[in-house]
């Protein structure tokens, strides 16, 4: 009986010592601040959108810690229509698919976005989606990263159908790597 507990107590000590074990590290895309959803002049047609822009400044990391990044991305809204017998009629809230492009710190980085603009009843106004931040390099390895933006904030002026926001709590959350560069 005796050797019955020890073989017992062996393997609660082995059961309790810790182990080598790995977690999900720290994301390397890891970029926040304020931001901005202004809309272009012009008029919003199909298939084209309504054009828009997303301007804010964000810190964190990306590649490197990064102290005021500036991130600007021109991006298309679909226009949200809903067809009565007599007329179109433009619909002012909901949710509506976007996409667009632009640049991160300066020309240092492109970028490309891909998700959904939205804008509540109430006064606020989102947008999210997958973006991507891709080294404007023409040598060797490229840096790319790609994540999860969400901006969010209170609708400032109510236009229709991108209002214009106030200031806008900004995330984007992903990964970064190094990819061979393009061979054309």
Same mark, same amino acid.
């Given at each position: 009986? +005796?050797?019955?507990?020890?073989? !017992?107590?062996?393997?609660?000590?082995?059961?309790?010592?810790?182990?080598?074990?790995?977690?999900?590290? $720290?994301?390397?895309?890891?970029?926040?601040?304020?931001?901005?959803?202004?809309? +272009?002049?012009?008029?919003? *047609?199909?298939?084209?959108?309504?054009? %828009? %822009? &997303? %301007?804010? /400044?964000?810190?964190?990391?990306?590649?490197?810690?990064?102290?005021?990044?500036?991130?600007?991305?021109?991006?298309?809204?679909?226009?949200?229509?809903? %067809?009565? +017998? +007599? /007329? *179109?009629?433009?619909?002012? &809230? #909901?949710?509506?698919?976007?996409?667009? $492009?632009? /640049?991160?710190?300066? !020309?240092?980085?492109?970028?490309?976005?891909?998700?959904? &603009?939205?804008?509540?009843?109430?006064?606020?106004?989102?947008?999210? #989606? $997958?973006?991507?931040?891709?080294?404007?390099?023409?040598?060797?390895?490229?840096?790319?990263?790609?994540?999860?933006?969400?901006?969010?904030?209170?609708?400032?002026?109510? /236009? !229709?159908?991108?209002?214009?926001?106030?200031?806008?709590?900004?995330?984007?959350?992903?990964?970064?790597?190094?990819?061979?560069? &393009?061979?054309?």
């Amino acid at each position: 009986m +005796k050797s019955y507990a020890l073989v !017992t107590v062996i393997l609660a000590v082995l059961a309790l010592v810790p182990g080598n074990s790995s977690a999900q590290s $720290t994301p390397s895309l890891n970029l926040e601040g304020q931001g901005v959803v202004s809309t +272009k002049s012009g008029p919003c *047609a199909n298939p084209v959108g309504c054009g %828009s %822009s &997303f %301007s804010a /400044t964000l810190s964190g990391q990306l590649v490197e810690p990064i102290s005021s990044g500036a991130l600007l991305i021109n991006f298309n809204v679909a226009v949200p229509v809903v %067809s009565t +017998k +007599k /007329t *179109a009629v433009l619909v002012p &809230f #909901g949710c509506r698919s976007a996409s667009g $492009t632009g /640049t991160f710190e300066g !020309t240092q980085y492109n970028v490309g976005f891909n998700g959904q &603009f939205c804008s509540g009843p109430g006064s606020f106004e989102e947008l999210s #989606g $997958t973006i991507w931040i891709m080294q404007n390099a023409t040598t060797a390895d490229i840096t790319w990263a790609t994540g999860t933006l969400v901006a969010s904030g209170a609708i400032h002026i109510p /236009t !229709t159908p991108v209002p214009i926001s106030g200031p806008m709590v900004v995330s984007i959350v992903g990964a970064v790597g190094e990819i061979p560069q &393009f061979i054309p």
